[in-house]
């Protein structure tokens, strides 16, 4: 039987200090949220911060719920540590364009607003 070799996946998993409190989960978090733990180990490799860009009106990733926020960012988030806590960061796109200023030569702001539930301002 061939010895397995740890390619990079395996070697950022360990680095990232995500293996110890997720070792004792039931289900490997891989399975069902695959693609946030792969890019939220490229944002600790390299250094960063992970940023969910989500649609505010959207209920998948958090939403009030009648304990408390629910959804999959209070999901995920209570499956990681204190310290890469901090480095993870939902901003809905509604946030993002609430900093934008219109302006003459920016004829996409108001099609984006309108998408998004915002006003034209």
Known sequence: MAKHTPGPPDRLWRRSALGSPLST??????????????E??????????????????SPVFLQDGPHGPRGLMPVVMSLLPEHVRRRVVLLTV???LEQIVDSPDDAWVPELRRKY????K
């Open 25 to 38: 989960e039931a289900l490997c978090p891989f399975t069902v949220h695959y693609q946030f733990f792969r």
């Open 40 to 57: 939220l180990l490229l944002a600790l490799e390299e250094g960063g911060v992970f940023v969910l860009l989500s649609d505010a009106r």
């Open 94 to 96: 509604q946030e993002v």
């Open 117 to 120: 539930g915002l006003e034209s």
